[in-house]
Nanobody
Framework: QVQPEESGGGLVQAGGSLRLSCAASGSIFSISAMGWYRQAPGKQRELVAAITSGGSANYADSVKGRFTISRDNAKNTVYLQMNSLKPEDTAVYYC???????????????WGQGTQVTVSS
């Protein structure tokens, strides 16, 4: 089994910064895309940013220029550097990893349990 585990959430004032980390562990053969999603109260989960194993990244329009996604393939870890945070960024942030487990030929998406980010005005 595979378990991504997020860390780095917390409470920050508007204009501040946070860095989220997500490390995937378990019977991992390889990981293709990794991404960050968020879900605010009463809203659907939305993609924030994603990155391929080769380093190509894409972002939601609402975070372009403020957030940066990166990954360390050797550590099966993805990061999200969040700058110039706004109150509307408040949400639970989830990590997702598309993983090929040892002994399988298929990639399956695995979710972390989420980490709360709260931005005060």
């Amino acid at each position: 089994q595979v378990q991504p585990e997020e860390s780095g959430g917390g409470l920050v004032q508007a204009g501040g910064s946070l860095r989220l980390s997500c490390a995937a562990s378990g019977s991992i053969f390889s990981i293709s895309a990794m991404g960050w999603y968020r879900q605010a109260p009463g809203k659907q989960r939305e993609l924030v940013a994603a990155i391929t194993s080769g380093g190509s990244a894409n972002y939601a329009d609402s975070v372009k220029g403020r957030f940066t996604i990166s990954r360390d393939n050797a550590k099966n870890t993805v990061y999200l550097q969040m700058n110039s945070l706004k109150p509307e960024d408040t949400a639970v942030y989830y990590c997702n990893a598309d993983v090929r487990i040892t002994g399988s030929y298929l990639y399956t998406g695995y979710w972390g349990q989420g980490t709360q980010v709260t931005v005060s005005s």
